[in-house]
């Protein structure tokens, strides 16, 4: 089974919460980032936890291995079930963010390759792959890759092997669901959903992709 996870990027409560709940009997976790966070704190998962759903933070978590398990502690005190960090800063920099979510039976995800266009200045030339091979290491859950880019997921599937994919940029970035679904374990659509007039019925139209 594919999972639909939402990325709830709004940066109201009250929006978030509305959203989440007419969506969530149409989908599997909602990934909640920096937007939402920032305008109404940590306490959102406490909110959001009414869904019944996985949260997962995704603050992708690139700095010094100490400032990362703190923020990891905090993530994980507050409710959530998963964090993603950058891979990066370096091996100590992410086992800091997995050991934190493992410590909190929770899961860690390695960004991999990043969705939008930029993404292939700095991911390319064996870089996303370098960081595949280390969230096998260092015993991560999984990766993210980019719905944008088949061909790179299907690259770093090979090195990740059983290992979770979850795949952005479905949607407003033009991944399409129809080819990446197949490849991954979750595929990460936001405004396609948040911004739709009705999102509840905007998340039901992937269902046949969680088949």
């Not at 050991?99 to 064996?126: I, Q």
């Not at 792959?129 to 999984?142: C, F, N, P, R, S």
């Amino acid at each position: 089974m594919t999972q639909l996870i939402l990325a709830l990027d709004v940066s109201g409560r009250t929006e978030a919460l509305r959203i989440g709940r007419q969506c969530a009997p149409h989908i599997d976790a909602i990934k909640v980032g920096y937007p939402l966070v920032l305008s109404a704190g940590l306490t959102i998962a406490r909110d959001l936890a009414a869904t019944g759903l996985p949260l997962i933070a995704d603050f992708k978590v690139a700095d010094i291995p100490n400032t990362n398990r703190l923020i990891a502690e905090q993530v994980f005190s507050s409710g959530f079930s998963a964090i993603i960090c950058h891979g990066f800063p370096g091996s100590d920099s992410a086992e800091a963010c997995i050991e934190s979510a493992h410590d909190h039976d929770g899961e860690c995800y390695l960004v991999a390759e990043m969705s939008h266009p930029g993404a292939e200045e700095f991911f390319h030339g064996g870089v996303a792959e370098h960081i595949a091979e280390l969230a096998v290491t260092l015993g991560a859950d999984g990766i993210i890759a980019p719905a944008t880019r088949p061909d790179r997921v299907r690259l770093l599937r090979g090195i990740v092997r059983g290992k979770k994919i979850y795949s952005p940029g479905v949607g407003a970035q033009g991944g399409d669901a129809a080819i990446v679904a197949g490849l991954v374990d979750g595929i990460i659509v936001g405004r396609q959903i948040y911004l739709s007039p009705d999102p509840r019925s905007a998340a039901a139209e992937y269902g046949p992709f969680r088949q």
